[in-house]
């Protein structure tokens, strides 16, 4: 039953597709008739279950009609509790109703199983969640997780004590593992470039390179989010593989700008002109790895 509610609950969120039980059994209610009790008020069975066939019923009432519109007016019959079924009457003798509690037991029960699950080797019930495309999973996962603890948080202590809730398979950890990878990789690209190349090229290479990594990634962040489109773990996995290829585009560009200066172009003419010549050949390599 709290499986039930807090799917209702959390299939409210917008960002959730659905919320599907596993290892839940469906609920029945089982009228085992006694033949002697039907003989013995001259009833038969096929007329005892026919009574009760055409009972738990919403009956159609006609409709109504306001002035500025009709509607449809239905009359419920339909059972809420085992007492219901009990007294619901299968044969009326003149003063004297016989009802099925006369004639039959009626018991609840639950259906043959036909999911399991299973958590540590215990039983369970599993709320399995999907989000809609295009969605946030890291925000799903966090409207979930509150939805849940406050649903727990209306329980009471012994039912808190009861029932044990965990969380399993929750797919935003990966996502987060993939950007902390993002943030380390990048860190350490610019540190171990600039340590490398101010060494080899100088300051202010360094630092030009140094800018381009973090200032490439904030540009395809912001032109994936201009177009509507999600970061994704193929996107997060494509931006670390990048690191690379910024790291040798800016090395090319700059050396052949110190280059230049060597030969007494002055700083802006010399990066000017490495911009221009360089930038053909760094598109061609960068094309043919993508």
């Known amino acids: 039953r709290r499986a039930r509610d807090l799917r209702d609950e959390i299939e409210g969120i917008s960002m959730v597709l659905k919320a599907e039980i596993a290892g839940d059994r469906e609920e029945l209610v089982e009228v085992v008739i006694d033949p002697v009790a039907v003989e013995s008020y001259g009833l038969s069975p096929t007329e005892t279950v026919a009574s009760v066939g055409s009972s738990n019923l919403l009956v159609a009432a006609g409709a109504q009609d306001t002035g500025q519109g009709r509607f449809a007016v239905k009359v419920p019959g339909l059972f809420e509790s085992v007492d219901d079924i009990a007294s619901m009457p299968v044969k009326v003798d003149g003063d004297s109703t016989i009802v099925l509690g006369d004639i039959a037991e009626i018991r609840r029960g639950f259906k043959d199983p036909t999911t399991f699950a299973r958590v540590d080797g215990h039983p369970a019930v599993a709320l399995e969640v999907s989000k809609r495309t295009g969605e946030n999973i890291i925000e799903t996962v966090e409207a979930v997780r509150r939805i849940v603890e406050a649903e727990r948080a209306a329980w009471t202590d012994t039912m808190r004590d009861a029932i044990k809730v965990e969380y399993l398979q929750d797919k935003s950890d990966d996502i987060r593992l993939m950007l902390t990878d993002l943030q380390n990789n990048v860190l350490s ?24 990594i973090p200032g490439s990634f904030l ?30 585009g800016a090395i090319v560009v700059t050396e052949y700008a110190d280059r230049k200066m060597t030969e007494g172009e002055s700083k802006r003419d010399a990066y000017t002109l490495a911009a221009k010549r360089m930038a053909w050949p760094i598109i061609a390599s960068t094309a043919t790895t993508l």
């Open 189 to 212: 690209a610019i540190v171990l470039v600039m340590v490398i190349v101010v060494a080899a090229l100088g300051l202010r290479t360094a630092g030009l390179v140094g800018i381009a």
């Open 219 to 248: 540009t395809a962040i912001l032109v994936l989010y201009s177009v509507g489109m999600t970061v994704n773990i193929v996107v997060l996995f494509s931006l670390i593989l990048a690191v690379g290829m910024l790291v040798d």
